[in-house]
């Protein structure tokens, strides 16, 4: 079963405007993690928050985590065009060593 | 390039074939991870070796797959007899274990693409 998953499933901005998305999970975790993927590529990794962080912050991206709600939220701001992508939340089980992904929230910056 | 590679990137095969993928890790990277993608849906865990060692295998992995990582280092992942539902994007990711601020960091490569016939 996937634990991570996000919210909402597809999100269509301006140019400019900032985008948030957020995720949800079950168990204990380790630390979560946020991925960009292109259509038919690879996963980008943005950013890792740990289990004992609350916010953390890389460029125009920020994300925070409440581990008492088990959720994270991941914002870009000042959005831009090429931020068009599918963005992944995938939290590591404190359990074990794998990522959980959910569907995604495909995100389309119109410019 | 220091990230992890894949090969082939494409692989087009008719059902009942055996088809191989490889995986190159970043170089200094212990833990190495198998994932599977289908259209329009999150990566899910196949397996994961920490150096050879195989730790974890997904029910997802039936008898039909299985994974090697012999020296620590590359891994292949095998698919015996293949079927129409293996269609998708396998993904490599690699980690390193212990301490430092990227620990536990999977970075994944561009993945092999399988299509069966």
């Known amino acids: 079963s996937q634990q991570g998953e996000e919210d909402p499933q597809a999100l269509s901005i301006q140019e400019g405007e900032n985008a948030t998305m957020n995720c949800s999970y079950k168990?204990?975790?380790?630390?979560l993690q946020w991925y960009r993927q292109n259509p038919g590529r690879g996963l980008v990794h943005l950013i890792l928050?740990?289990?004992?962080?609350r916010e953390k912050h890389s460029g125009r991206l920020r994300v925070t985590l409440d581990t008492s709600k088990k959720s994270s939220s991941l914002l870009i701001t000042a959005s831009r065009a090429a931020d068009t992508a599918s963005y992944f939340c995938?939290?590591?089980?404190?359990?074990?060593?794998?990522?959980?992904f959910g569907g995604g929230t495909r995100v389309l910056v119109k410019p | 390039d220091t990230g992890v590679s894949q090969n082939p990137r494409h692989k087009i095969t008719k059902r009942g074939q055996n088809v191989t993928f490889r995986c190159d890790p970043i170089?200094?990277?212990?833990?190495l991870y198998w994932y599977r993608q289908t259209l329009g849906q999150g990566p899910e865990f196949l397996t994961y070796?920490?150096?050879?060692?195989?730790?974890?295998k997904s029910r997802l992995l039936s008898d039909r797959f299985s994974a090697e990582r012999p020296k620590g280092s590359f891994s292949t992942l095998e698919i015996q007899r293949t079927e129409q539902g293996d269609s998708a994007m396998y993904l490599c990711?690699?980690?390193?274990?212990?301490?430092?601020?990227?620990?536990?960091?999977?970075?994944f490569g561009p993945g092999t693409r399988l299509t069966v016939l």
């Open positions: 990711a690699s980690s390193s274990s212990g301490r430092g601020a990227f620990t536990d960091t999977q970075y």
């Open positions: 995938a939290p590591l089980e404190a359990a074990g060593n794998k990522l959980t």
């Open positions: 168990t204990s975790i380790n630390n």
């Open positions: 170089s200094e990277h212990n833990r």
């Open positions: 070796f920490q150096n050879e060692a195989q730790l974890e």
């Open positions: 928050i740990r289990s004992n962080e």
